[in-house]
């Protein structure tokens, strides 16, 4: 029987890992008993690094991270040490700690970044619940993006709606204080005379759907997509 985790290996294939790094990973997945402390956290150093080197990779390395934390707590003891999900949340940490200090000037990283802490969000469950202890970082990174260096970048304004299709519903029912803050700075950017239109069709999308307690109604829809599609 394959050990469970091993649904990611197609997501592991996505990624251009070296082959001494993907080997590293399949080991991490296969036997995590056999790796010791200093190899776990070159496992999370190696998906960081590949979360944030490009936007597009962050979900995909949320994936792998998801079937690496299932096998270890499938194939570990209860009372064995469990390396995996402590040092990946260090790791974020010291990542967003890195960001903040460079005032966020390497866009590119930093959503990369924004999409990894998010899809750990979003895919990366205990229990059934997202890890609880990322509701204020990720709430902190979205943001971010509505920052006055952000409102010209249509790339950040998208990855901010893009997460906020995936999580937005779960963090506002976790945090609705929080959510009513953010949506209140969404309004704002909206309204900003540097906002591109675009950036204003996908943040109206956005609040549309929080609206609607995160379901577009028939008419939102057709606007946003059959209309679009007829363009």
Known sequence: ?????????????????GEDQKLLILKAIDKPSAIEIEKWKKVVDI?????????KNGRIAAKICDGIAKSE??????GDEKYFRKLLLTSLQQEYKKHQ??????????????????????ILHVNNMPLMALIVPVY?????????????????I???????????????????????????????????????????????EILELRSGNWKLSPAAYKYYYEEDAKA
């Open 101 to 122: 200090k460079q005032d966020y000037t390497n866009h590119k990283s930093w959503i990369g970044f924004v999409n990894f802490l998010c899809g750990i969000f979003d």
């Open 73 to 78: 707590i499938s194939q570990l003891s209860e």
């Open 47 to 55: 998906l960081t690094s590949k979360a944030v080197s490009n936007p």
């Open 1 to 17: 029987m394959a050990p469970q985790g091993r649904g990611c290996l197609d997501d592991i294939s996505k990624l251009d890992f």
């Open 140 to 156: 902190e990174v979205l943001g971010v993006l509505t920052d006055a260096q952000f409102i010209k970048d249509e790339s950040a």
């Open 158 to 204: 998208q990855c901010l709606v893009v997460q906020l299709q995936f999580i937005g519903e779960e963090l506002d029912r976790l945090n609705k204080a929080k959510m009513d803050k953010l949506i209140e700075k969404l309004r704002e950017v909206l309204l900003s005379p540097t906002t591109t239109q675009l950036s204003s069709l996908m943040l109206l």
